[in-house]
């Protein structure tokens, strides 16, 4: 028995859910786009707000750690060194909410509709984020955490954590924990919840198509002259076959493959494809030949054009062979696929398959690995009945098609494994605009994580 009853947690909640919503409304309310300077500022303020708000909730101390980008939220909460420790992480960057007219209200403004907080990160990452420093209040209130914790959010996710890593390879000592814990991921369903024990890795790049060395007229020149944006569209096209299949060499050779008996368990996840192809609007689906949509998401890798531009894009016409053409490409990778690796394939083979007609330059941005969590661990087990608790019902290992790359540093670096406990649903529309989080599933979630802490402490005595 955990020494936790869970209709204390409830009635918490119940008593101060107005406030729970406000605090993260003025969380929601501060532009932290990591990817913009123009809003440098504000990500510093959302730092301040999440020191504050740990220490209010009642950290030992809560400090500011500065990098060479934005900054790192660091705290603690100390039980008694007999106890386990458990190192929360999140972010408090969002992703820019470009393009702004596609947005039924300000993206940096939050309202309530049937029963959905709408705001630029409001699932990703600061509502669910914020959940842990609720949960850590609601334990102080209830006689204290039942184990130690240490929280670390930073404000680099959306752009890769380039300084993240460099932050935990200096303060490994001050980072020991028995696991980490974090929330940056979905559930299949309010009506199944899931537990994500897979994640993909990824390698993104921008790529530069030149041609001429300056805009060229289109009717002197068009039909004469190599134009960039044809021959770019004409590079991106081959990178796939007639089955989908991906063509860079040696993309494929290092793919973790599952045997039949590891496919067809995946396959037993709730997954309704008429329902999938309704909420996107889509006729039909698309994706490698031979694998499930939830094989493909789950356990393949996928390349994809994230954006591409060039010549004018104004108002009106202007008849122009241009210069240049771009375009951003993010590759998601499976374990054993190294994201260093799959971005110099893709680097030789993309030049490689350049006409003499233009010049290729090839800009590797960030990646990172894919993992995959173990099931049979304590954490795990602790994931698992805490959502007993809370929901009623036994979650669904799945494997997830995003990816968040300090997973596989945090074990490389620290030796921990990473327990994936969120709580968004694919309806979220994360990183689009009319990104929103359940107020069921915000309220649900700090539930649940208390009684994680509680489960996984009863678990490790």
Known sequence: MINNPLEKTRNYIEENKDRFLNELFDLLRIPSVSADSKFKNDVQQAAGFVKESL?????????????AGHPIVYAEKNIS????????????????????????????????????????????????????????????????????????????????????AIFVKENTEKLKADLVLISDTGIISNEHPSITVGLRGLSYVEVEVTGPNRDLHSGIYGGAVANPINVLCDMIASLHDENKHITVPGFYDKVAELNAQE?????????????????????????????????RTGIRPSLDVNGIWGGYIGEGAKTVLPSKAYAKISMRLVPNQLSGEITELFQKHFESIAPDSVKVKVTPHHGGEGVVVPTDSVGYQAASQAFEDAWGKAPIPTRDGGSIPIVAMFQKVLGL?????????????????????????YFKGIETIVQFHHRFAALKK
Request: hydrophobic share 35%; aromatic share 10%; with cysteine.
């Open 55 to 67: 220490i209010k909730a009642g950290a030992d101390f809560a400090e500011i750690c500065q990098t």
């Open 81 to 164: 060194p007999e106890l386990p420790t458990v190192l929360v992480y999140g972010h408090y960057d969002v992703q820019p909410a470009d393009p702004y007219e596609l947005w039924d209200n300000d993206p940096f403004s939050p309202v309530i509709k049937n029963e959905r907080i709408y705001a630029r990160g409001a699932c990703d990452d600061k509502g669910q984020a914020y959940m842990h420093i609720k949960a850590l209040e609601i334990m102080n209130d209830q006689g204290g955490a039942p184990c130690n914790l240490k929280f670390m959010i930073e404000g680099e996710e959306e752009v890769g954590s380039p300084n993240l």
């Open 263 to 295: 496919r067809e368990a995946l396959n037993k996840a709730p997954f309704d494809l008429e329902q999938y192809k309704s909420e996107l609007d889509i006729d039909d689906i698309q994706g490698e030949k031979g694998f499930t949509t939830l094989e």
């Open 417 to 441: 494994d990473s327990i994936l406990l969120g709580f968004g649903l694919d309806e979220d529309a994360i990183h689009s605009p009319n990104e929103s989080y359940g107020v069921f599933n």
